[in-house]
């Protein structure tokens, strides 16, 4: 069978992609933005995925089309499609992970639980649902926000006046998506894979800590999921899969409420650091599950390796120079740590390695996950 | 620092060094035989070992020399050691895996456990050695032997003439390595790395099943070893890796003899197929450690990441095709069973790619594996 997987962005997501698919015999290609990137092993080609002919050229090359980022236009996503080229997960899904208006209109269309929200394409409409919340709100611009961006805690209508205007200046549908602020114990993460003709495999739920918006640790499985909280995490994630056509890895971002309920907070159709723990911690890893996902294959595994995985995030700053200088203390003093180095210049506050440590006692696990991680920040 | 390691050959052991490579940052560059091979994504030249302005040029563009195989000649590597290069295992070492007399002769020096041997020059000699061991024994070229060639079971002086007279005409020093016929109970392999800095690893020794002189099994930890046996072979290779100046994985074949000694049988200065487990049967691969050893980095910790692990070989044959073409069988029927796929074509006899299954119970782990392997062997 045919096996070129073609991915498109070479950051870290599609560098992780290369040992699952050295292992499995799969011709992995990346077409990446510049040279010299993440996953500049396998770029096949250099070029911008918002150029038409650029990503055309890539698709003919290879079997599947699949991400490492969801930024690719929706023009050139069906124009893909209309070419009878494969796309996994297809334009239809991700228009629901580029818009997050759209995602809640979907997912409220579902049933799917989800914070309050309304769409708001002004000031006054902003004061009525700060009126009706307490007075405070979360407001996101529908598209382009990441790690924290595009995001904005609000106590007075006018706060997003600034957004309101950006928007009605580049002609894109003016509206902002404004949230109730919800009131939560901790931060979930539920991944599944699912494959075009159905097939999915979850795993278990996971914890997710987050510093100034970004990642920073996760813990698999999450402390006291097991049974009813597992369970429902694991449903909401299938029906988000099946009800938007995901095909590939889909990670749902939840808030475990102080009121003991589950809401989606985002998605993210391609793997994601929450799963990166799955490297060493699952029998199968999220990559290799993209991998086999978006080839149609059937799923792998998805059970525990070890009772707990801890994934601490490598931010780069204030160190200078690169990962490896710190190699001969951080391994020396860590010989159980599976540190990952992504290859990119260690500039402050940008995603640049994890550390991933297995065990049976989660405070040893923490422990050692964090004092790893933390010789490459000092 | 400089992480950037030159491979020697382009084969599945520089193709699984990729993984590790990557997970790492460590950028690996191989010097391919052809175009295509097993490690083709890392290829940074194509060219002959063999010839020394090839090995010279691909060495300047690396921080150290590493190998996929031990054939590269002493001329080439003592001139690569005099420009100043990092070889790593050194010429020195691979000496002893270049040449089975030369290796019979040191560990001999070195008061270490050999079958009886002998250096023979003609059938006469060999005549003398078979009266003194039962009238058999095995005849072994000093050089270029591997899975099974270049051995022979003699039981006549006159069995290895044709032997003696292609030494002859080569006019390479004609002799021939004669050792006993070793009653064995089973065999095993000691795998150990060694940094240049004298650190040392080692990981539980394994019981190799060879089929035609090939290796087709491998059971880790080896059954029934732990205590003695496991110590004696532990120390018999971390003896031979100090006593030969090994830098880098060592994997050091063993005969349990029916009388309980444990002999050795051959040296493999690389990563080896009785180590492949490791991938993830191991907290560190043999291959990721073999990129920390010939960097001089702090090793990683060796405990087996599942009570049991078994590796059973893909050899290419009777099958058409590539693996690829089972997968839909292979991994919807073994959803646990990790498969590796070099991406070699199946030729009859051809080590294509291992399937590796961990668990608790040793018969239902074997009985995985050999189900998985079956699959691509149909």
Known sequence: MNTTVG???GGQLARMMIPAAVNLGIDIRVLAENEGMSAALAAFAVGDYRDREVVLAFAETVDVVTFDHEHVPQEILRLLVARGVAVHPGPDALLYAQDKLLMRERLTELGLPVPDWARVENSAELGVFLAGHGGRAVVK???GGYDGKGVRLVSHEHDADDWFTALAEDGNDGALLVEELVEFRRELAQQVARRPSGEVAVWPVVET???DGVCAE???PA???EGRLAELAAEIAVRVADGIGVTGMLAVELFETTDGRLLINELAMRPHNSGHWSIEGSTTSQFEQHLRAVLDLPLGATTNRDPW???????GGPME???ADRYPVALAEHPSAKVHNYGKAPRPGRKVGHVTVGGSDLDEVVYEARATAAVFQD
């Open 309 to 315: 995985s801890v994934m601490v995030n490598i931010i």
């Open 7 to 9: 991915v498109i962005g």
């Open 209 to 211: 800590v987050q510093k």
């Open 218 to 220: 996760v813990i698999a």
């Open 223 to 225: 402390p006291l999921s």
């Open 141 to 143: 611009t529908a598209r």
């Open 321 to 323: 120079g690169s990962l």
